[in-house]
């Protein structure tokens, strides 16, 4: 098994009570089989108190019950009672990874952080190179569930999507534009089944995808979305005032680092999937919608880009629209 991880990844540290935002607050936090069956065993007064805030919700799981949109445990002091009372290692699978996430392909697992994470935010928007380590793999994949010459086509596009999305001699915008029609083709010989194609980008294509039609649809799909905050309405409603503005380039390294986020949490699901637009629709909207916060000039930067990601990225509800455009 080959273990890859983005250069920020060991910087990461939670800051607990200095956290500007927190992953206990508006979060259903879902409490693993082993980690419940530990808390039933706990005695005294704590464990009284760890059986009766658990529930299970309307999808099954078992989850701590919110009090007043946030987990039970988290106490005044903006710390874990669960950490304090039972340490690290008894907090459960969710609250023990988070803000980790594990992209396990057999033979080989993509190690990344989220951008739900103010801390893990502030790493990835101030980190260039950080993926390079992530390449074509060479590696033995006779023993995987999934098709082989599928995923080395993928591993493939995604390299020359990296390189599409970090040319900085192009604005950003012209970027996006180039790796949505890249995208297409990729996915045209997905659906054709043509693994050996050699897909390259059309410099002198001129078609400007992102402003076929007038943005603000981007804005409707996401006021459909289960909004948690009504400071996330809000922004979605001030943004959407400059949906069709240009996007000023100073921010363009910003959206560099985030697109690459995207493209190696997302792009090899296709395997399973056989959807690649999926993951540069998500790029596209996330730019246009962060983009035109941004240019409210109301909001610290990190801020957005976390904001996003919590309440768009990690619904998994949401995930339908990025494949319906």
């Known amino acids: 098994m080959k273990n890859i991880y983005p250069s920020y990844f060991e910087k990461f540290r939670c800051i607990a ?69 039972l340490g690290e290692n008894h907090l459960c699978k969710t609250c ?20 739900a994470c103010p801390e893990a935010a502030r790493l990835m928007l101030g980190t260039d190179n950080a993926y390079d380590d992530f390449t074509n793999y060479n590696l033995d994949y006779s023993e995987c569930d999934y098709n082989a010459e599928l995923m080395h086509f993928l591993l493939g596009a995604r390299e020359k999507l990296k390189g599409i999305f970090t040319d900085k001699s192009l604005p950003f915008s012209v970027r996006l534009n180039d790796a949505l029609q890249f995208c297409e083709k990729v996915q045209s010989a997905i659906d054709d089944f043509d693994y050996s194609a050699d897909i390259v980008v059309d410099k002198d294509c001129k078609e ?87 240019m409210t000039g109301e909001y610290e930067t990190e801020k957005l880009f976390c904001l996003y990601s919590k309440e768009v990225e990690h619904s998994y509800d949401n995930a339908e629209y990025f494949t319906m455009f």
Not at 96 to 115: A, I, M, N
Request: charged letters at 30%; hydrophobic letters at 35%.
């Open 17 to 85: 009570d200095k956290c500007p935002d927190s992953c206990c607050r508006g979060w259903d936090v879902v409490v693993d089989d082993e980690t419940n069956e530990y808390y039933r065993s706990v005695g005294g007064e704590f464990g009284e108190k760890l059986k009766s805030l658990t529930e299970i919700d309307s999808d099954g799981d078992r989850i701590f019950v919110s009090q007043n949109g946030r987990c039970p445990f988290w106490n005044d002091d903006e710390l874990c009672d669960i950490y304090i009372n």
């Open 208 to 294: 400007d995808i992102i402003h076929k039609k007038p943005l603000s649809y981007i804005f409707d799909m996401h006021k459909e979305f289960d909004i948690m905050t009504d400071e996330w309405r809000e922004i979605l409603c001030k943004a959407s005032e400059h949906a069709d503005e240009q996007i000023p380039q100073k921010y363009d390294d910003l959206f560099e680092r985030m697109s690459l986020y995207y493209i190696y949490r997302y792009f090899l699901t296709a395997v399973d999937s056989m959807d690649v637009m999926c993951t540069v629709n998500r790029i596209f909207c996330a730019y246009v919608v962060i983009g035109s916060a941004l």
């Open 96 to 115: 023990r990874e988070f803000p980790r996430l594990t992209q396990d392909y057999t033979v080989f697992t993509e190690h990344l952080l989220s951008f």
